[in-house]
């Protein structure tokens, strides 16, 4: 089973990947020989025991995060936290003409400020990336043309601007699993076939409670849900908790 990772000790080990001479950009590489954007993250994932990530940026954007938004939108809602991805969104210049709104083409990792980090031009890093023009792994400024966040499936970034549970409204419940993300299932039993994965701290609408298990509808993003049924708990542990008089 995958671990979540805690979103620190995944922005930390982005971090080791800042070396002295770069790891070398190489496309699909996920090694000290070389690695590109998502590669880069999708390498460290892995030596943290956690989930996969896919080879295109776009396509972790789009199907790998439960979170996303502008920069904008993370710095002001309290998301841009160590370990959220950044993502520039090349097809989409200044202005909105042309080009493909929304597709992601280059990916980084937010570490904050606290790890002493220069960029090549002697600047403060607050970004690790692996860039094509750099030719390598690299720090880089916040302000290097990212325009668009997102929080990673499998880590878990803590509550940030997430509602606590007490702030639940009635009808809403939040993913309370500790060392994994809940599964969402066609039907009401651990036979059920498999939809999704839910993050510690998702937030659900439960549609109806029966016999141990919930039906709700998750927004992944706007635009975007899944639905159905997650076990509530099992051995005394919950992996939901309601809030209002949902149960």
Known sequence: MTKIIPAQAFANQIVSKV???????????????????????????????????????????????????????????????????????????????????????????????????????????????????????????LQNAWTHAAWLRGVAYGNGALKSVSALAPGQAQVITRTSGLLLREEPHTRGRRIKEMPIGAIVDVVRVENGWAYVHWNVRPGLYHAGWCCIGENGVDYLAFGGDTQ
């Open 19 to 141: 070396r002295t001479p770069a790891i070398p950009y190489v496309l699909g590489g996920r090694s000290d020989r070389g690695t590109d954007c998502i590669n880069l993250i999708a390498w460290v994932m892995k030596e943290l025991g956690g989930q996969q990530v896919p080879r295109s940026s776009n396509d972790a954007w789009r199907n790998n995060m439960a979170w996303t938004g502008t920069l904008a939108e993370a710095s002001a809602q309290g998301k841009l936290v160590p370990g959220t991805i950044l993502y520039i969104d090349y097809h989409k210049p200044p202005g909105g003409s042309g080009g493909t709104p929304g597709a992601m083409d280059h990916a980084g990792v937010y570490v904050g400020n606290g790890h002493g980090l220069k960029t090549p031009d002697g600047r403060p890093g607050a970004v690790v990336h692996a860039s094509l023009s750099r030719g390598g792994v690299y720090p880089s400024t």
